[in-house]
């Protein structure tokens, strides 16, 4: 089984990854990453957004419509695939994930830190956010984040990991997107996520990153306009791309190809296009 991490930056809008992470685009530029530009489900939302990402099915078919409308989804997702497979899962993630995937409502005592054999989620590290508003972001520092994440893969010796953090997505809803506060955050994440990606790559794991919608230069997302829809996905592996006549990707083709990229086969109820191959 091939190892793979999903890195998910909250609420970046295609803009801005192109122009503010240096990091990212220099791989690029280098030809040891490809870029492609992806599309996320509508409504733009996170919790809809995240159930997207990991069951390959839009919002109408998962029943996730709001982040305020959350349960365990019945329905296989890659955490739950990876697990069939016998290999190990790892989330360091919003605890949204949690209650999606593992056990509704999320308890903070049983669920901030969990390690369970029989998964679907064998390893978890949850964050809940609790108080957050416009005067106090509460978003857990990205660097520790990072540093969790990799201690699952070197510890526990995860095949996939997720990582997710709304940090961006939180100061994009209180500053908005064309301002110095977000070009220094930005810049801030590229930075911090480059001491890890060499060590990922060491340690045999492909990895993507991406966010789950874009977000307006108001703060917003949600709605149908690009800006609130449109990201970037950067791979770093050796599977080649998919040709598609430079089509935007949408969000659900993201879990079936994860599942190919590792090796593992698609549930039927993935039925969108992967867009790479081996």
Known sequence: MKKLLLIIIDGVPLRNWTTLFGNLEGWVASKEAQRFTMRACMPSMSGPSYASIHTGVTPQVHGILSNENRFRIDMPDIFSEVSKAGGKTGAVTHSYWSEFFNLYPFDPIRDLE?????????????????????????????????????????????????????????????????????????????????????????????????????????????????????????????????????????????????LKLMGISAPTTMKAKPFLKR
């Not at 201690?151 to 995860?158: A, P, V």
């Open 114 to 258: 969990y390690d369970e054999t029989k998964g679907p989620i064998h390893h978890g590290r949850f964050h809940t956010m609790e108080g957050y508003g416009h005067d106090n972001q509460m978003t857990p520092a990205d660097s520790d984040l990072f540093a969790t994440l990799t201690m699952l893969t070197k510890r526990h010796g995860i095949d996939y990991g997720i990582y997710h953090s709304c940090t961006l997505d939180s100061l994009g809803h209180r500053f908005g997107h064309d301002n110095v506060h977000m070009d220094h955050a930005c810049a801030v994440v590229d930075g911090q996520l480059a001491r890890y990606l060499p060590m990922w790559w060491k340690d045999g794991y492909d990895v993507i990153v991406t966010a789950d919608h874009g977000q307006t230069d108001r703060g917003h997302h949600g709605g149908a306009t690009p800006d609130m829809r449109d990201f970037a996905l950067y791979y770093f592996g050796e599977a080649k791309a998919v040709p598609s006549n430079g089509e935007i990707l949408n969000q659900t083709q993201l879990a079936p190809t994860i």
